[in-house]
Each structure stands twice: as structure tokens, then as C-alpha cells.
């Protein structure tokens, strides 16, 4: 197969078919305007790789859930048993195939990727912006996750950019160079051929090869010699549109009815379309002249020349005669799995208000919506609102088809629909629907008041459910309180104690526990009526943020606890608050429970976002311990999450972890940290800029620049009564012992002891200890740094725990010490070096050296042996899991996970799983 001019693109796809024949997959979109040869191409990809399945997106199709999705994996869905139970049930689901729960975008898609990669078959999607929502995200997050399959994935794309296919590499298909067009003509047009026309033919088609070989066969014979002026202007772009019209309508009356049901029909399914005809009282043989003249192609199915002729066809008939063969196809839609399709037509046949057809608009709606076709869903209750002639029906189902659009990740189509409702009609629990919705969708849009009047909303929104739906006023002040986690005194419109002042109310019929002087970690209070986790949590969080520690203490552990013990949905679904109470109390346990529950429910149902953020969390959380490594496998999942879900680099920047590389403290940090604290304040991100502060307190703190990180600790507590920020406390009470403000350190030390008193735990107990023990004067601080270091001996926290030996090493080397010094700082540049935290491995060794000798400053091997995703598979593997286990664990499939094994065993010098697992690299 030739393609005149197209030698370049032809290259680049010969080289990654290739690749794919010796085991390497690759995706490309090839992107460009309408003819301008992006078919052609992907036609010649078919010729070179014949079992390469194809799939053409069509616009009257975008609004059917995973239509186009299911259309292409049908050869393969026969082998779907092989698919692991929860990949299997969501595909099934989504191609309507059988009933269940909605299932998860991104759980359909793995399935779609492991079903591809198990055949070893490339894709082309022709027309890739005209297959339904969920479709091109679900083949896009495939194209993402695409590695050592043998897969290639080629989508045709009209227009520069579409932003499901973010993050995918792209082509621009352009026009054929003067030359090349030029040939392509001669290798048209039968007689005589004016080369100076020609060129003037391809200079006025931008070397569309559509346009090209139109006006080849349109252009008389005196046009084309040069004997006869060209026409001007020359009928392309739009007047192509416009030609192809004129050749339509010059068809017999009974064909151009016949072009119009295949262009209504989505499918182009001859059998439908006979019966159509049929009904329009027509023949099938009518379609003949436009076979004839090269508009449509008959066969298994009905497809058209090029769109353009769709187009024509459907837009140039007149609406009378689209309503009447859209009834005609709705007629002889019967098939129950085609209601959806039959409904549609109903509704375009439909000249005003139609009940029936809106009330079976809502009905297949909430069909779309369970197979997790949202996008759909708020298409067909658009519609429905469109047909009804009830003003409160409209706005119930526009505010529905807000929610849905929320759901298919269209915040700014959920704000404009919204806008369309009339609030007056929607009674208060569709009001408060409304406002959380609109919250939720704003923030989405990243608009920096939107973030901080969210929590406004949210608790607006629970005063409208008041007690006509106080499940849902309950759900509504947790997001609030969720959202002003993030915000913290960015907040506008509300502030943290007038949401706690609401939440105590919404639990005022449980009893408010007496303060305890001396609380101690444990289970449920069994006495009393059992509180459901999220009146726990509000409960939590009103004490905490409208009495303090004191009065919260036992409110936060009965919440952490509860958590813990909680239904997964829950435990996933309020994960923030949860880990936020346990970061109150210094409680490892229970927070590294709910973060492993939370990842392992995010996973089994295969909902991406949520455990991009339960990752997040688990991230921030080992840099919290100081298990530095840890934080960085977690990171690296996080950018394999969002690489996958279409994260933009501009996006992924939200996303660094500040403390993370504090603690690494390599060059351009504190400079980099610094810029981010007004960029964070501006998008309103309240919590980020704590956090960026924090994380520069601690690299003053690593290089003894004590005043410097005074001053960032500053902004962070408020002394007098220990805060959301209680755990920098310990950090504040050395640095202003260090910079010689013992007033300041003594008041800091106070508030610890407050906190840590309501707290209990081991982890909190030590910090307490290592900070008496900088308090203590003379020998008296020793037994203080020894129970610091036996107490957070006891943790996960083993950055607090080095600090402790080296705060013990450097009080006993100013003692003279020497040997006993040596020994405790040792223990330090073992726990620092082992973690490469760098904001102190400097301050130890500085420490060592002036005891004398020489300081060890090993160089790693084996450091950066493996890539971050063959960490994450190495791991897994010496755990036990299978290829397939592996692959739905890493949103992988097997043959990518067999590739990294191989290398994981050629770097480690390994040669089986056994040898694996007896390694010590990761």
C-alpha cells in the first residue's frame, strides 16, 4: 500500500509495529484536520499488522456509555474469564453484559489492557474525538499504561488536542508537500494536467489529500488543462462540506432517505437499516446510486466515505425529515440492550414537550449511570429536561445531570447545568444538593476562591438538609470539615471553629466525655449508644477545633479507632480526617491501618483518583517517620497514578511533597521551597503553605540556622494552646533553646505536654522526653535522652529517633564523652545514611569529625540500581505475588511486569524469584 508523500509518517509507523513484533508497545495520535490523510495512515497501519483491531468513532454514538470500547474488544471478549474477578465484573458491567454495582472508569480500563495485552493486538481508533467519554478515557489510560506488551495503540484525532489523550504521544499530520501533491493529482486525473494548476490546486487545499482528490474527479477537463480559470474560491474546508451536499441532494429522493437513516443509525447496522427503510417505505436497493457514487460503503456495516458526508447528509435535511427517520429507528429499535439507543431516537424525533419520551429518557439514564456511564447519563437527563413540560421535574433532572457530569469529571458542564436549575424549585434537600455540588465543581475548575469558599458551601449545604435529610447534613459538614483541612486560614466565609460549632450541634445528642488528665490509647467506650464513624469524626473534629486538646483528646483516639474498625467505603471515603486526628495524637498504629485499608479498597475497585490521594497521604506519612525511602516508593506510585489518569506536568507540581525534600535538602531546595509558599497562598491552599513552612524550619534546623527556623516555626503555632500544628512543637522548643529564647522554648515545651498528655503514645511520649532533656539542666538531661531514645525505639519514627541520638551525641561530646558521644551520633549517620537525609547527615558528621578521626562517607551501591517501578515490582515480587497479582497491584498488565523482572533480575545478578527474595535491594 503507497501513500504518495507520506513516506515520514509511514517510517515512524513501520518502526513501532515493528517494535511491537519483538515484544515493545507503543501509542501514538496522529492528529490533524479533516482529509488531511490521518485515515489513510491508519489504514496502512492495518495493511502491515492484519490483526490489528480498528474502531471509528461516531458522533451520533458519543453520548452511549462505552459503546465504542466494547465495540472494538468484542473479538477478544470471549476470553475475559481469564480476567482477574474485579476486572472482569467491571468490563462486564460497562458493556452491559451483565448487572452489578457502577464500576470504576479506570477498573474497566485495566480490564481493557489486560484483555489487549493477553492478545498481543494493536488498535486504531479512527476519529478518536467522537467516541463517548468513558471510551477515549478508558483506551487513553490504556495507551498510558502500555510497555512490553507488543501493543501498538494509533488514535486518528480532527484538531490539534484533546485533553483525554494528555500526556500520549502525538503526530501532526499536515498537508502534502508541493510536490507530493502534485502527484497524487497526476495519479487522479485521467487526461491532461497543467502542472502550474496543479500547484495552484494544492497551494489552495494546503495539501489536504482529501481536497486533492475531490477536485481532481470534480474539476473539469478545462479546469485541469488550464484551458478553463479554476473556480474561486476553490470548494474546500467547509464548501467540501458544501460539494458533497450538492452531490446528495442530485441522488433520487428515496436514496437521500435511505443516506439520512445511515447517517441517524450509530451502528451502521444493515439489518436495522432495512427495517428502517422498510418503515419509511423505501428499499434497501435504494441505496445503490449513493454506493454508486462513492458516498457510502455497504457491507457488514454501513460506513461513509469520509464524516464530512455524515455531515452533509444529516445536517443538509431538513428537520422534518430527521424527526421522521429518527421515529422510523426508534420503531425498530426493540432489542432491550439497545433501550438507550431507542430512546435517543424517540427524543430526537420528539417536536415538543413529550412526558413518555422524557419520563424513558430518565429511565435510561439511570441505566448509563450504572453501568459508570455518567457522561452519558447527564446527556440523557438533559434531554429529558428539554422534553418535560414540568418546571419542578426540569430542575430535578438538570440538577441530576449536574451530579452526573460532576461524576464524568466535567466540573465546568456541571457549573453551566447548575446555572440552568432553578433553585426555587428544587425544595431545601435539592438546594443543598446543589451547593455541595457546586462546591465540589469549582474547586475542580482550580479557581482560588472556589477552594476557599468550599467549606462555606459544604456547611450551607447541611443547613438546607437540616433534619429532612440528616445523613446527607451530616455528609455536607464532613466535607466541610474535610475541605478546611486543606485550607486551614484561607479559608472564606466560615473558619474552622464556626464549622465545629455546627458539627457539635449535628452530635448534640451524644454526651461530650469529661476532660481525662491522663488518657491512654484503647478501645470503643462500650458504655453509652454505639456512634456511627462519621458522628465520631464530627464529634472529633468540633472538640479539637472549639475546646483543644483537652476536651478532644478522647474524641480523636474514639475517631482514629473507629476508622480503623470501619467499613471500607468509609474508611477510603474519609480518609483525610482520619489520618489528619491520628497526626493529633502521635498515633502510628491506627493511622498506618487506615492508610493500608484505605489503598488496598482504592485498588480493589479500582478508583485511581482516591488512591492518588490515599498515596499522597501514605507519602507525607513515612516522611513523617523519617522512613525516607518508603515516602519515596509512595511518591513513585503517585506519579505512575497520575501519569496514567493524564496529570499534566503543570498539574504533577501540585503535587511534590515539601517535606520530603526538606529532608533530602539538595541543592536549590530552600530556594525552591520559598517560591512555592506564595504560589500555595495564592490557589488557597492553606495547609500547603504550612507544610512548605514546616519543611524549611526543617532544613534550618539540619544546618543549625536555628533563628531562621524560628521564624517559620512562628507561623505555625499560636503558643499558649497547642494547635492543628502540635507536632512541630518539639522541633520549635530546639530552636528557640538554640537561638537563645529559653522564655519561647519553656511556653513551646508547655503545649507539648498538654498534647502529648491527651495523646499517650510511645511516639509522642519520646518527643516529650528528647524535649525535656534539651529543657534539663546539667547532668540531670541524661536519663531524659535515654528514655527519648528507648521510647521512639518503639515507632515507625525513626527520623525522630536518629535525631534523638544525635541531640544525646551532641549533649555528651560537650560533656567529653568521646566514646559514649561516638556511639549515640554513630547511631544517627546510620539511621540518616540508611534514609540519605541529607538536612542532617551534614550536622552529624560535623559532630564526628570534631571528635576526631576520620568520618565515613560511604558512596551507596546499588543506590539507583533499579527505577522506582522496578522497586515497586521487586518488592512485590519477593512478597509472592503473581505476574497477574503484580499487574493489577501496579495498574500494569503481566507482560509489562515479566519485562521489569527480567531487568530487576539482570541489574540485582539474580536469577528466580528465591534469589529475589534473598536479596537485599530494592
Not at 529532608?663 to 491552599?685: C, K, Y
Not at 530546639?734 to 510511645?762: F, M, N, Q, W
Request: glycine share 8%.
Amino acid at each position: 500500500m503507497r501513500l504518495v508523500g507520506r513516506e515520514s509518517e509511514c517510517a515512524t509507523l513501520d518502526a513501532l509495529l515493528a517494535a511491537a513484533r519483538r515484544g515493545r508497545s507503543a501509542s501514538l495520535v496522529l492528529r490533524g484536520e479533516a482529509g488531511v490523510g490521518k485515515t489513510a495512515l491508519l489504514s496502512y497501519a492495518r495493511s502491515v499488522a492484519p490483526e490489528t483491531l480498528s474502531l471509528s468513532g461516531i458522533e451520533s454514538e458519543a453520548t452511549f456509555p462505552f459503546a465504542a470500547l466494547h465495540r472494538l474488544l468484542v473479538p477478544l471478549l470471549p476470553q475475559r474469564d481469564r480476567l482477574p474477578a474485579g476486572q472482569r465484573a467491571a468490563l462486564e458491567v460497562a458493556c452491559g453484559l451483565t448487572d452489578g454495582p457502577p464500576p470504576d472508569l479506570y477498573l474497566v480500563s485495566l480490564a481493557a489492557l489486560t484483555l489487549l495485552a493477553g492478545s498481543r493486538r494493536s488498535c486504531v481508533i479512527d476519529d478518536a474525538q467522537w467516541l463517548d467519554q468513558e471510551s477515549l478515557r478508558s483506551l487513553a489510560f490504556v495507551a498510558r499504561r502500555l510497555h512490553a506488551e507488543g501493543v501498538v495503540l494509533l488514535f486518528g484525532l480532527r484538531g490539534d488536542d484533546h485533553p483525554d489523550l494528555t500526556g500520549i504521544r502525538a503526530l501532526d499530520v499536515l498537508g502534502l508537500a508541493r510536490e507530493a501533491g502534485v502527484a497524487l493529482l497526476g495519479e487522479l486525473v485521467d487526461g491532461p494536467l497543467d502542472r502550474s494548476v496543479a500547484a495552484s490546486i494544492v497551494d489552495a487545499t494546503r495539501g489536504n489529500p482529501l481536497a486533492l482528490t475531490d477536485l481532481g474527479r470534480e474539476l473539469t477537463a478545462g479546469e485541469l488543462s488550464g484551458g478553463t480559470p479554476l473556480p474561486d474560491p476553490m470548494p474546500i474546508g467547509s464548501r467540501l462540506e458544501a460539494t458533497y451536499l450538492a452531490r446528495v441532494n442530485g441522488l433520487p429522493p428515496a436514496t437521500r432517505t435511505w443516506l439520512l437513516s445511515a447517517a441517524a443509525e450509530p451502528a451502521g447496522d444493515p439489518v436495522r437499516l432495512a427495517a428502517a427503510a422498510a418503515a419509511l417505505g423505501i428499499s434497501p436497493d435504494d441505496a445503490g446510486p449513493a454506493e454508486s457514487a462513492r458516498l457510502v460503503l455497504v457491507g457488514r456495516s454501513v460506513s461513509f466515505r469520509h464524516p464530512l458526508v455524515r455531515s452533509a447528509v444529516y445536517n443538509g435535511a431538513s428537520a422534518t425529515e430527521r424527526r421522521r427517520v429518527h421515529l422510523a429507528l426508534a420503531e425498530v429499535t426493540t432489542d432491550p440492550q439497545d433501550a438507550d439507543q431507542r430512546a435517543w431516537h424517540h427524543a430526537a424525533a420528539a417536536i415538543g414537550p413529550d412526558e413518555v419520551t422524557a419520563a424513558e429518557l430518565a429511565r435510561v439514564a439511570d441505566r448509563a449511570g450504572a453501568r459508570g456511564g455518567h457522561a452519558a447519563r447527564a446527556s440523557f437527563l438533559v434531554r429529558a429536561a428539554e422534553l418535560t413540560g414540568s418546571p419542578v421535574a426540569r430542575a430535578g433532572w438538570l440538577l441530576a445531570a449536574a451530579g452526573a457530569a460532576l461524576q464524568a469529571g466535567s466540573p465546568v458542564r456541571t457549573l453551566a447545568l447548575l446555572d440552568t436549575a432553578d433553585d426555587a424549585l428544587l425544595g431545601p434537600v435539592g438546594r443543598g444538593e446543589a451547593l455541595l455540588i457546586r462546591a465540589v465543581a469549582a474547586v475542580s475548575t482550580g479557581d482560588p476562591e472556589a477552594t476557599r469558599r468550599a467549606s462555606a458551601m459544604c456547611l450551607a449545604a447541611a443547613e438546607c438538609f437540616g433534619t429532612d435529610a440528616p445523613d446527607r447534613a451530616r455528609a455536607a459538614m464532613l466535607q466541610a470539615a474535610e475541605h478546611s483541612i486543606s485550607v486551614e486560614s484561607s479559608l472564606h466565609g466560615t473558619t474552622q471553629r464556626e464549622i465545629a460549632l455546627a458539627a457539635r450541634v449535628a452530635v448534640a445528642p451524644s454526651p461530650r466525655p469529661e476532660p481525662q488528665p491522663s488518657p491512654q490509647p484503647g478501645p470503643l467506650n462500650s458504655a453509652g449508644p454505639a456512634l456511627e464513624p462519621a458522628d465520631l469524626l464530627l464529634a472529633a473534629y468540633a472538640n479539637f477545633f472549639d475546646g483543644g486538646y483537652p476536651e478532644a483528646g478522647p474524641h480523636l483516639r474514639r475517631a482514629a479507632e473507629a476508622m480503623a474498625g470501619a467499613d471500607d467505603a468509609d474508611v477510603l471515603r474519609h480518609v483525610v480526617l482520619g489520618v489528619t486526628f491520628c497526626n493529633l495524637t502521635w498515633d502510628d498504629a491506627n493511622r498506618q491501618t487506615i492508610l493500608r485499608r484505605a489503598e488496598a479498597h482504592a485498588r480493589a475497585t479500582g478508583a485511581l483518583q482516591m488512591l492518588d490521594l490515599v498515596v499522597f497521604l501514605a507519602a507525607m506519612t513515612e516522611t513523617a517517620y523519617g522512613r525516607l525511602a518508603e515516602a519515596d516508593r509512595y511518591e513513585a506510585t503517585g506519579r505512575r497514578i497520575r501519569e496514567s489518569i493524564g496529570v499534566t506536568t503543570h498539574q504533577e507540581q501540585i503535587w511534590r511533597h515539601p517535606e520530603l525534600l526538606a529532608w533530602r535538602a539538595g541543592d536549590g531546595v530552600h530556594e525552591a521551597l520559598e517560591q512555592v509558599v506564595p504560589a500555595a497562598e495564592a490557589i488557597g491552599l492553606g495547609a500547603m503553605v504550612s507544610i512548605m513552612r514546616q519543611s524549611l524550619a526543617l532544613i534550618a534546623v539540619g544546618r543549625g540556622d536555628y533563628a531562621a527556623g524560628l521564624v517559620q516555626l512562628g507561623h505555625l503555632v499560636e503558643l499558649g494552646t497547642p494547635g492543628l500544628y502540635a507536632r512541630v512543637l518539639p522541633d520549635l522548643v530546639e530552636c528557640a533553646l538554640r537561638a537563645g529564647d529559653r522564655r519561647i522554648a519553656k511556653l513551646a515545651y508547655g503545649d507539648l505536654a498538654v498534647a502529648v498528655r491527651h495523646s499517650g503514645t510511645p511516639w509522642a511520649k519520646g518527643l516529650l522526653a528528647r524535649s525535656r532533656a534539651l529543657l534539663a539542666a546539667g547532668e540531670s538531661a541524661e536519663p531524659h535522652y535515654r528514655e527519648a531514645v528507648d521510647l521512639l525505639s518503639e515507632t515507625l519514627a525513626v527520623g525522630d529517633l536518629a535525631r534523638a541520638h544525635l541531640l544525646y551525641g551532641e549533649w555528651l561530646r560537650r560533656r567529653r564523652r568521646r566514646g559514649d558521644a561516638r556511639e549515640q551520633l554513630s547511631a544517627a549517620l546510620r539511621i540518616f545514611e540508611a534514609e540519605r537525609a541529607e538536612a542532617f547527615l551534614g550536622r552529624v558528621r560535623r559532630e564526628l569529625a570534631a571528635l576526631g578521626g576520620s568520618v565515613r562517607n560511604p558512596v551507596r551501591e546499588n543506590e539507583t540500581d533499579l527505577t522506582p517501578q522496578e522497586a515497586a515490582v521487586a518488592r512485590l515480587a519477593r512478597a509472592g505475588g503473581t505476574n497477574a497479582e503484580i499487574a493489577a497491584h501496579l495498574y500494569l498488565s503481566a507482560s509489562t511486569v515479566d519485562y521489569h523482572l527480567r531487568k530487576i533480575y539482570r541489574k540485582l545478578g539474580v536469577r528466580s524469584r528465591r534469589q529475589l527474595r534473598e536479596s537485599s535491594h530494592d
